[in-house]
Nanobody
Framework: QVQLVESGGGSVQAGGSLRLSCVAS????????MGWFRQAPGKEREGVAM???????VYADSVKGRFTISKGNAKDSLYLQMNSLKPEDTAMYFC????????????????WGQGTQVTVSS
């Protein structure tokens, strides 16, 4: 089973930036899509951004223009650069990896990290 480990979360003020990282185990398939989801208290897990092996990306409307997803070339690593953070971005952020096709639908993906907390204060 693919193992994923996130890091980089923290507490920042509105308008600040954070860079999240995710590292996948060696059995991660290079053809997989990788992405980020988030879940705030009392809310469903929602898709944030996904990237395919060819570099194509998709973003949730709520983060488009502020967040940038990227994937390392030499290793099974994934990043999420988050700029102009808003209090509504506060959530636990999860890394995922699996065959492409699910878009930003959380139920598609089998492999998940443990999450890293992002808190944005006003």
């Amino acid at each position: 089973q693919v193992q994923l480990v996130e890091s980089g979360g923290g507490s920042v003020q509105a308008g600040g930036s954070l860079r999240l990282s995710c590292v996948a185990s060696r059995d991660n398939d290079r053809r997989y899509c990788m992405g980020w989801f988030r879940q705030a208290p009392g809310k469903e897990r929602e898709g944030v951004a996904m990237i395919e092996s060819d570099g194509s990306t998709v973003y949730a409307d709520s983060v488009k223009g502020r967040f940038t997803i990227s994937k390392g070339n030499a290793k099974d690593s994934l990043y999420l650069q988050m700029n102009s953070l808003k209090p509504e971005d506060t959530a636990m952020y999860f890394c995922t990896s699996d065959w492409c096709g699910g878009g930003l639908r959380s139920t598609w993906y089998r492999y998940w990290g443990q999450g890293t907390q992002v808190t944005v204060s006003s």
